[in-house]
């Protein structure tokens, strides 16, 4: 038998300790919670997506009542940075989420679609996605969103 072992860093930073453009990120992150359409979940969640160029997209959870046709909010920020810039590579996403009238301590990660279309990006451009993953008691940073997928899908 053959073992195989996976592991991965997550860094935990404080937000005072990120470049600005990080903190930019992460604002614009926040900000696109309130503008997500989570009438069934009530769980408001924000991405923001910094391409190389500089630019910053956002995104927001988009939900539907013939469920699952709604989206996430990661898909939604990279499926229009690919659409709109699509020579750009994405350097980082940063992901907040929003319950109860606040931002949640802990920070959330993205679900297994999510993953993929980030280790997709990653593949198409040849280049590492680091991942902000904001809570008001810590921030969680990733050096590359294919860590969080190990065996993901590819031809």
Not at 99 to 123: D, L, N
């Amino acid at each position: 038998m053959i073992e195989i072992k996976n592991t991965f860093i997550i860094h935990i930073i404080n937000y005072e300790k990120l470049t600005d453009s990080y903190q930019k990120l992460i604002q614009t992150a926040k900000a696109q919670t309130q503008l997500a359409y989570a009438p069934y979940s009530h769980f408001q969640v924000g991405a923001a997506v910094l391409l190389n160029d500089g630019n910053i997209i956002g995104g927001n959870n988009q939900e539907n009542s013939a469920f699952p046709s709604g989206l996430c909010a990661e898909r939604v920020a990279l499926f229009y940075a690919n659409s709109q810039y699509p020579q750009t590579p994405v350097k980082a996403i940063a992901i907040a989420a929003f319950q109860e009238g606040k931002f949640t301590s802990k920070p959330i990660s993205p679900c297994g679609a999510c993953r993929q279309v980030m280790i997709e990006t990653e593949t198409r451009f040849g280049q590492n996605i680091e991942l902000l993953l904001y809570g008001k008691k810590e921030i969680f940073l990733l050096k590359k969103a294919s860590d969080l997928l190990p065996l993901s899908f590819s031809l």
